[in-house]
Each structure stands twice: as C-alpha cells, then as structure tokens.
C-alpha cells in the first residue's frame, strides 16, 4: 500500500482532521483511517513508509488504538513482525468508541459532580446557587448515561432500526416542531 489512491490520501488526511477536533492525536487518527481502509493487515514499518512519521509515534498511536479496542496485532504466515488491522465493522467500532468516551469522560465527571455536590455547604447563599447549577447537571448527565447505557444493551441490529426511525420517534411522541 505504498502508493495512496487520491481518496485514499483524503480520506487519511481529513480523518486525522476530525480526530484533533474529537481530542485524538491528528496520526493516531490517520492510522486508524490507514488501518480501516487497507485491504490487509500492515505492519509499523509500511505505515511509517505510507504516512511519512516518525516509527516512534507510529508506535505508540498504535499501542494507543489499541488501547481503545479498535485495532489489533494480527500475525501474519513468514513475516516474524506484528501486522495490525482496524476493525472493519462501523457500528462495532463506533460503539466501541462510544463506551471508551463514556468510561474516560462521562464517568469521571459523573464522581466529580457528586463530589462537588457533597462539599457543598447548602446554607450559603453562593453554595445554594452552584448546588441548583451542579444538582442539574448531574441530573442531565445521570439522565444520558442512563439511557446509553439502556441503548446500549440493545442488539446492534435494534439499534441501527431505532437510529433509522428518525423523526419517526418524534412523531409517535408528539413532540414534532
């Protein structure tokens, strides 16, 4: 995969631009649009060579999809080094990200916001304006964790009919605008 075909090279290229925009390091993402797309496992020398990085940052965006469980060392029959591979599934992969997100970032903020909630002197004028602001704040995030984790335990072929329904749900629920 040495020479990329001009959607290919797009495709890498704004996928490693919507990675920074997520907070993901701009190769880690280009790797994974690399991984996703490629016919075959790669090993770290031929990503190397199609990116144009540094082997040490190939390496550690690596250990890093890793990490996240979307890539996977593969081997590969009378080559001694690891290959990798993205997984090939979309929704497989997306919820995947989704569960790392909410574990790396919802969760934590959930135990922050009850923290704060428990520090707080109920008596002072100032703590009984932030306690309203926070206790609502919980509540939302409580509320959507909530209801991903429900989606969540859903089968993925559920899911992606519950997706589709769009602006149907809306209309059974009345609450078209």
């Not at 919507?18 to 020398?45: D, Y």
Request: with cysteine.
């Amino acid at each position: 995969m040495n020479d990329l075909t001009p959607a290919l090279d797009k495709f890498i290229l704004h996928w490693g631009e919507m990675g920074t925009k997520w907070g993901i390091n701009r190769t880690v993402a280009q790797i994974h649009a690399l991984l996703f797309l490629s016919e075959e496992p790669l090993h770290a020398e031929a990503i190397t060579e199609v990116l144009g990085v540094a082997r040490s940052n190939v390496s550690n965006s690596l250990k890093e999809l890793q990490g996240w469980g979307i890539v996977r060392v593969v081997h590969v029959k009378g080559d001694r080094r690891d290959h990798f591979e993205s997984l090939a599934d979309v929704w497989e992969m997306f919820q995947i990200i989704l569960d790392e997100r909410k574990r790396r970032e919802i969760d934590p903020t959930l135990r922050i916001l009850r923290e704060c909630l428990d520090q707080i002197d109920s008596r002072r004028k100032a703590d009984r304006h932030i306690e309203q602001r926070l206790t609502a704040m919980l509540e939302f995030m409580t509320t959507m964790s909530t209801w991903y984790t429900q989606i969540r335990r859903m089968p993925q072929g559920a899911i992606i009919k519950f997706i589709k329904m769009g602006g149907k749900v809306s209309k059974m629920l009345g609450a078209t605008g």
